[in-house]
């Protein structure tokens, strides 16, 4: 079982930034993937960004593409999630997910089977 401890998250205007970091366990078999979800009040969960930890491949949601980067530590075993340019509508809370390769077929922005326990973010226009 791998263990995800987010931080990071507040308030902010917009078009400030913000920087999520996510602690994992050693247990790296468990998180070939890692990923940031968001959920909105009244809204599904949605992948943010996702990294595969061999080889730094990244894949960002299209409405976040040139304003968010995710980027691994793997000294630190933490992933990090750099938020510019921030807007009213990525008010949410910040998920930090990890699963291991075996686990789905599904995209890395969907289906994961680790979570941290979430992190808020406010951005007020």
């Known amino acids: 079982q791998v263990q995800l401890v987010e931080s990071g998250g507040g308030s902010v205007q917009a078009g400030g930034s913000l920087r999520l970091s996510c602690a994992a366990s050693r247990y790296t078999y468990t998180r070939d993937y890692m990923a940031w979800f968001r959920q909105a009040p009244g809204k599904e969960r949605e992948g943010v960004a996702a990294i595969k930890t061999g080889g730094g491949t990244t894949y960002y949601h299209d409405s976040v593409k040139g304003r968010f980067t995710i980027s691994l530590d793997s000294a630190k075993n933490t992933v990090y999630l750099q938020m510019n340019s921030l807007q009213p509508e990525d008010t949410a809370m910040y998920y930090c997910?990890?699963?291991?390769?075996?686990?789905?077929?599904?995209?890395?922005?969907?289906?994961?089977?680790?979570w941290g326990q979430g992190t808020q973010v406010t951005v007020s226009s």
């Open positions: 997910a990890a699963r291991p390769t075996w686990y789905t077929n599904r995209g890395p922005l969907s289906d994961y089977p680790y």
